[in-house]
């Protein structure tokens, strides 16, 4: 199975930071990357694909970049709604698998 | 609007069975794979099973920890997909999402979650 490390595990930021978030493929994986952010007691929404592309509706301070094993969630002036937290998945080969998350927390 | 609505948790005993549903609306069901994702509590997200589209032969794939233990099937005349739990374990205790793969340049991925259903395996 591939392994997929995200680092931190938890951050603590203020409103109007940048903060980036990073994922780790234990081999590589081209770009088959998705990010999702989940909110307490909600269902995970889907952010990011292809390791770089927008869902429709996502804002645009949401970017991603990363290719083969290493790979970056950067969220742009966060902004009280955005304090959640975030996994990144691997769609590239079965058993699909998730990072362990990484929460972000108010400072 | 897209929509998956699951139903069917509770409360059940190690070595019994339950049966989880996830009703769509809003979009062609029939055209899409679907998966159920779950979460064991305060921990992170589990990919439990797959069910492919009629044009892929309605094939699945399972996590290797449900695999002979858990079946997905799907009616495709009433827009559901379900979970099938046998044998279970108190380990199985989590949210059961049901989860739309859309088709984004020939590759199936995760697009619309369900809000999930709580499944809680204890004696």
């Known amino acids: 199975d591939i392994q997929m490390t995200q680092s931190p595990s938890s951050l603590s930021a203020s409103v109007g930071d940048r903060v980036t978030i990073t994922c780790r493929a234990s081999?590589?994986?081209?770009?088959?990357l998705a990010w999702f952010q989940q909110k307490p007691g909600k269902a995970p929404k889907s952010l990011i694909y292809?390791?770089?592309i927008l869902q429709s509706g996502v804002p645009s301070k949401f970017s991603g970049s990363g290719s083969g094993t290493y790979f970056t969630l950067t969220i742009s002036s966060l902004q009280p709604d955005d304090f959640a937290t975030y996994y990144c998945?691997?769609?590239?080969?079965?058993?699909?698998?998730f990072g362990g998350g990484t929460k972000v927390e108010i400072k | 609007e897209v929509q998956l609505v699951d139903s069917g948790g509770g409360l059940v005993q190690p070595g019994g069975s339950l049966r989880l549903s996830c009703a769509a609306s809003?979009?062609?069901?029939?055209?899409?794979?679907m998966d159920w994702v779950r979460q064991a509590p305060g921990k992170g997200l589990e990919w439990v099973g797959r069910?492919?589209?009629?044009?892929?032969?309605?094939?699945?794939e399972y996590a290797a920890s449900v695999k002979g233990r858990f079946t997905i099937s799907r009616d495709d005349s009433k827009n559901s997909v379900y979970l099938q739990m046998n044998s279970l374990k108190i380990e199985d205790t989590a949210v059961y999402y049901c989860?739309?793969?859309?088709?984004?340049?020939?590759?199936?991925?995760?697009?619309?979650w369900g809000q999930g259903t709580m499944v809680t395996v204890s004696s």
């Open positions: 081999q590589g994986i081209s770009n088959y």
């Open positions: 069910s492919k589209n009629k044009a892929k032969s309605y094939r699945t």
């Open positions: 998945e691997q769609y590239s080969t079965f058993p699909l698998t």
């Open positions: 809003g979009f062609t069901f029939s055209d899409h794979f």
């Open positions: 292809a390791a770089s």
């Open positions: 989860v739309r793969d859309g088709l984004y340049g020939g590759i199936h991925l995760f697009d619309i």
